[in-house]
């Protein structure tokens, strides 16, 4: 899955889709265009596709909203949002996926299951700063929502994903702009954080997303996305997680910057991922033939990409993308 910005070209976006064979695109930088302008877009970027093509937001609310303009209601912040009640949260959710889905929009980025320590607060700089979760320091509160948020998405016919696996709520640092203060000495396996995830899964939400952070009490040597004990152990293990795995940006996020760019991809792959998410489409053919090179090497690996590929087209045959008869 790559980026496209306000700025860049649907057309030649759609002829990298179609030449290389993408599986989505994300929108990025902030549209304003509204529900018609981003439907002739997302139209043009699926016929590179056939029609099969993920397009993705960030539609959290607040200031996470990637799409807006005519057609787009101005959501309020999760923060906001927890404080309406979840049936109320359900409807609302539901009807600004509705939105998403005139777009042409198929997966919404959202919602946040990561819980901030009121001690923390707006120290918090991924979560916290910009009120991206629903109850501080609450998380069977955020569990609520998060559920909530999950529903009123699937009954829009809007894939909703939940991120940031297993949780950015304790660092300081932002994994998009910093190495520094992205590491949680406190996160393990029985954490009471992982309620939120544990809740959008039980609520149906098919993607789940994985941070780029530092767990050494889950893993003292790998980031999340980059650990087989955190997305093959934990997540698909311990929580029953049977869906898609998607990245946390892998193309401009600094966390990353140290590691070659095709690694990035083969690492989250063979630690049990599904969907690569690059802000930069200029990656993509870096990663994807550092994908094939792997795969020709090693069956194990082979095995493994061919599963992420199934689970991908599962997903896609579920949203009436793809048939798989």
Known sequence: MVGLQPTGSSSRLAAQVKS?????????GGWSGGTASMARISARLQQGAGGSLLIAADQEGGQVQQLKGPGFTRMPSARTQGQGGPRTEEAN?????????????????????????????????????????????????????VAAFVRGSLAADVIPTVKHFPGLGRITGNTDVTTAGTTDATTDAGDSYLAPFTA???AGAPVVMVSSARYPRLDPDNRAMFSRGV???????????????????????????????????????????????TARSDQAGTMLKAIARKRAASPAFATQVDAAAARVLDLKADSGLVSCD
């Open 20 to 28: 290389q064979h993408l599986g989505g695109v994300i929108y990025l």
């Open 93 to 145: 959710v539901a009807a600004w996926s509705r939105e998403l889905a005139k777009a042409g929009v198929t997966i919404n980025l959202a919602p946040v299951a990561d819980t901030v320590p009121t001690s923390l607060g707006a120290a918090n700089q991924p979560i916290g700063r910009y009120r991206r979760d629903f109850v501080p320091g609450s998380s069977q509160g955020n569990a609520t929502y």
């Open 200 to 202: 959008g899964i039980k």
């Open 231 to 277: 997305i093959s152990g934990l997540l698909r293990g311990k929580l029953g997680f049977d869906g898609v795995v998607i990245t946390d940006d892998v193309g401009a996020a600094k966390a990353v910057a140290a590691v070659p760019v095709g690694d990035r991809a083969t690492r989250f792959l063979a630690a049990g991922g599904d969907i690569v998410l």
